[in-house]
């Protein structure tokens, strides 16, 4: 296939995906149902404060519960960094390994 052909339909699909997928963009956090005079609905900017006001007193009352993050947790932060420096440095381990001997290890060296 001819590669200017090529590259003007990658570069046209792009472009095109890319229009798409600005045109789906959300810019506020939905508040209810909108009605045609614009009232908000049934969830209103009270019942929103209200809302938050009651996770705080919560969270207040249960200081235990932490954030909700677990960190030391294996599907948390630091458990998920443990295990993903387990697996790829087990990984670079086995090519070290691997390339240390064999038909293309330099000779002398092992």
Same mark, same amino acid.
Do not use: C, H, W
């Given at each position: 296939?001819?590669?200017?052909?090529?590259?003007?339909?990658?570069?046209?699909? %792009? *472009? *095109? *995906?890319?229009?798409?997928?600005?045109?789906? !963009?959300?810019?506020?956090? $939905?508040? =209810?149902? !909108?009605? #045609? +005079?614009?009232?908000?609905?049934? $969830?209103?900017?009270?019942? +929103?404060?209200?809302?938050?006001?009651?996770?705080? &007193?919560?969270? &207040? /009352?249960?200081?235990?519960?932490?954030?909700?993050?677990? $960190?030391? #947790?294996?599907?948390? %932060? !630091? =458990? /998920?960094? %443990?295990? +993903?420096? /387990? %697996? *790829?440095?087990?990984?670079? =381990?086995?090519?070290?390994?691997? =390339?240390?001997?064999?038909? $293309? /290890?330099?000779?002398?060296?092992?």
């Amino acid at each position: 296939m001819n590669t200017k052909v090529l590259l003007t339909a990658t570069m046209l699909s %792009v *472009f *095109f *995906f890319g229009a798409i997928g600005a045109a789906s !963009v959300a810019f506020a956090q $939905y508040m =209810g149902n !909108v009605g #045609d +005079a614009g009232e908000t609905g049934s $969830y209103t900017l009270e019942e +929103a404060l209200e809302i938050q006001r009651r996770r705080i &007193e919560a969270a &207040e /009352a249960n200081p235990s519960s932490g954030s909700g993050t677990p $960190y030391l #947790d294996a599907s948390g %932060v !630091v =458990g /998920a960094a %443990v295990i +993903a420096g /387990a %697996v *790829f440095g087990g990984i670079a =381990g086995a090519f070290l390994i691997r =390339g240390r001997s064999g038909k $293309y /290890a330099a000779m002398g060296r092992g």
